[in-house]
Nanobody, 121 residues
Framework: QVQLVESGGGLVQAGESLRLSCLAS????????MGWYRQAPGKERELVAT???????NYTDSVKGRFTISRDNAKNTVFLQMNSLKPEDTAVYYC???????????????WGQGTQVAVSS
């Protein structure tokens, strides 16, 4: 019904930047919240940042001031600009979307397949 495709991960050195993108496609009426989560080896998945369709954003404390989430609502896309990356940011990053579906107008949550971000010291 809905697919989320992430891109932009990779291997960088500490202090460098990456920009993640996530495109949602399918039977979409409207997307309410979109966000990024991450999961490091041996750890639980954690919230990184979220953005509502109205532009409100929320960040986990460890990324505040370094990461910026943004959305292009017309293109059903969410971005995560990651600056001043640290080795502890290494994880698989997952896109998440809270979608209102066509034609049912039911609300359902979707996840992307994940993109690897690795930061070397």
């Amino acid at each position: 019904q809905v697919q989320l495709v992430e891109s932009g991960g990779g291997l960088v050195q500490a202090g460098e930047s990456l920009r993640l993108s996530c495109l949602a496609s399918g039977n979409i009426f409207r997307i309410k919240g979109m966000g990024w989560y991450r999961q490091a080896p041996g750890k639980e998945r954690e919230l990184v940042a979220t953005a509502t369709s109205g532009g409100s954003t929320n960040y986990t404390d460890s990324v505040k001031g370094r990461f910026t989430i943004s959305r292009d609502n017309a293109k059903n896309t969410v971005f995560l600009q990651m600056n001043s990356l640290k080795p502890e940011d290494t994880a698989v990053y997952y896109c998440n979307a809270d979608v209102i579906l066509l034609p049912t107008l039911r609300r359902r949550e979707y996840w992307g397949q994940g993109t690897q971000v690795a930061v070397s010291s």
